[in-house]
């Protein structure tokens, strides 16, 4: 199988609990913990056109400054999104798990079964 890589917090129980899913498929991830290695522009909006959404669909509100930016404001271009999610990594969505199968945000974590081979 090819490579699966996850888009990690380990300070959230939901990004845990589906790296822990993951491995109970025998597969050991590439574990990207983002909030200390950002995705690269690039990197985010080739996840966002993996998953068929656009640059705002990767925006996390809860938790992040997403209110104190005013980034519910439909002025932000996509460049001007994916430089927020530089400069705050939080912003990203998580976790985000890309296989061979696909490329979803695993919220709730059972979306993970829907690229995971079955077991």
Not at 87 to 109: A, D, F
Request: charged residues 20%; neutral net charge.
């Amino acid at each position: 199988m090819s490579t699966t890589t996850i888009f990690h917090n380990p300070n959230c129980g939901t990004s845990r609990n589906v790296l822990a899913m993951i491995r109970e498929h025998g597969i050991e991830p590439e574990v990207v913990q983002y909030l200390k290695t950002p995705p690269t522009r690039e990197t985010l909006q080739g996840l966002a056109t993996a998953m068929g959404t656009t640059v705002r669909g990767l925006l996390r509100q809860k938790g992040t400054p997403y209110d104190e930016l005013g980034l519910d404001d439909p002025k932000w271009t996509d460049a001007q999104l994916l430089d927020f999610m530089q400069e705050h990594p939080i912003l990203l969505q998580r976790p985000i798990v890309v296989t061979s199968m696909g490329t979803r945000i695993c919220r709730p974590k059972e979306v993970v079964n829907e690229i995971l081979p079955p077991l």
